[in-house]
């Protein structure tokens, strides 16, 4: 069947299954900042997929708003928004709002416009806000040997169809593809998030796979994490 569109080919994914080591630290993140803030708070995950995976974390007495391309997710959410972040304004949809905490995670590579996201977010926070955001690496280590042999490196995807030019099988070669169009390297993010004026207050990196030599280098370079998150303040 033809892909007529960027929203048939959306509409036609589920959110790849999450890492539990990223979905692990977001919310570490979450409950860290309800310790400072003894308050009851309001979360919004965006891209929060069909099996909403972050509402696992959510604490009794805060509120919790999610949001993605899908008419209605797989699980009850009460607050949850239909959104085409490709073409509707976050700011607009939860217009006069502010929330505390943000969870954004691995959503950025899928949109024509990272800079509009995150220029929208940034008018949905108050001063002690938190965002906190993930996406691939396009730089981890694995992705600079596989490209001095002409391997297309993971999460980088040249096809609306099927992962290519991965070569193997255990690369991902013909997987069906996840769709994204934006990848970042570790200094490519920095420089979008010092662009759009976010003020970093921890990275912490994350090994996707739990592969033993990607939990050594994540523990020394970021630059060659498989991922890297971003807890952040506008």
């Known amino acids: 069947m033809k892909t007529k569109n960027y929203k048939d080919f959306i509409n036609s994914k589920q959110t790849a299954y999450p890492s539990w080591n990223r979905l692990k630290i977001f919310g570490e993140e979450y ?7 003894k308050k ?5 995950d965006i891209g929060c997929g069909k099996e909403v995976y972050l509402r696992k974390f959510y604490l009794p007495g805060d509120k919790y708003y999610a ?19 490709n073409e509707d304004k976050l700011d607009e949809v939860y217009k006069n709002q502010k929330f505390d905490v943000i969870f954004c995670g691995e959503v950025i590579e899928h949109l024509f416009s ?3 996201l995150l220029k929208e977010i940034r008018l949905l926070m108050h001063k002690d806000s938190i965002l906190i955001l993930s996406t691939p690496n396009l730089g981890y280590y694995i992705n600079r040997i596989m490209l001095l042999f002409g391997i297309s490196p993971l999460f980088l995807e040249n096809s609306s169809y099927y992962k290519l030019g991965r070569r193997f099988s255990f690369f991902g070669q013909r997987n069906i593809t996840e769709g994204h169009i934006r990848v970042f390297t570790y200094g490519a993010l920095l420089d979008l998030l010092k662009l759009k004026k976010y003020k970093i207050i921890k990275i912490r990196s994350v090994s996707v796979w739990n592969f033993w ?3 050594i280098v994540t523990r020394f370079f970021k630059s060659l994490a498989s991922d890297n998150i971003f807890i952040l303040k506008k």
């Open 114 to 116: 990272p800079d509009d």
């Open 67 to 85: 949001c993605d391309f899908y008419d209605k997710p797989n699980i009850k959410v009460e607050n949850y928004k239909k959104i085409d972040l």
């Open 40 to 44: 009851s708070l309001k979360i919004l």
């Open 213 to 215: 030599p990607d939990r």
């Open 31 to 37: 409950h860290f900042y309800k310790e400072r803030n």
